[in-house]
């Protein structure tokens, strides 16, 4: 059974940090581009990040540019995501996801494109 286990999510002040993981099992995390994608009350499924299978060249969207840092250890299976300065409308359910070898160009809105997802970890910026 291929899957992806986010963990790591929590309740933080404005400013603060939160480290999140991406744990794979049942695949060669190796293989695969990963994303993280997130989803706040009400609102579409956006995606902030992602990084291609060799772990060169990692995107971020505008929105969390300068701030998130995406990370891997294939040896590991895991995938990283180290949140730095969250501001409150950073609050979302945050996903994980596997496509391909590459992010390509289009890695933040084809959802569809997505071999396998995670079941999300809560991250709540508040004061």
């Known amino acids: 059974q291929s899957q992806l286990v986010e963990s790591g999510g929590g309740l933080v002040q404005p400013g603060g940090s939160l480290r999140l993981s991406c744990a794979a099992s049942?695949?060669?995390?190796?293989?695969?581009?990963i994303a993280w994608f997130r989803q706040a009350p009400g609102k579409d499924r956006e995606g902030i990040s992602c990084m291609d299978s060799n772990g060169r060249n990692p995107y971020y969207t505008e929105a969390v540019k300068g701030r998130f840092t995406i990370s891997r250890d294939n040896a590991k299976k895991s995938v990283y995501l180290q949140m730095n300065s969250l501001k409150p409308e950073d609050t979302a359910t945050y996903f994980c996801?596997?496509?391909?070898?590459?992010?390509?160009?289009?890695?933040?809105?084809?959802?569809?494109?997505?071999?396998?997802w995670g079941q999300g970890t809560q991250v709540t910026v508040s004061s």
């Open positions: 049942g695949f060669t995390l190796g293989d695969y581009a």
């Open positions: 996801a596997a496509i391909g070898l590459f992010c390509g160009k289009t890695w933040y809105s084809n959802w569809s494109g997505y071999d396998y």
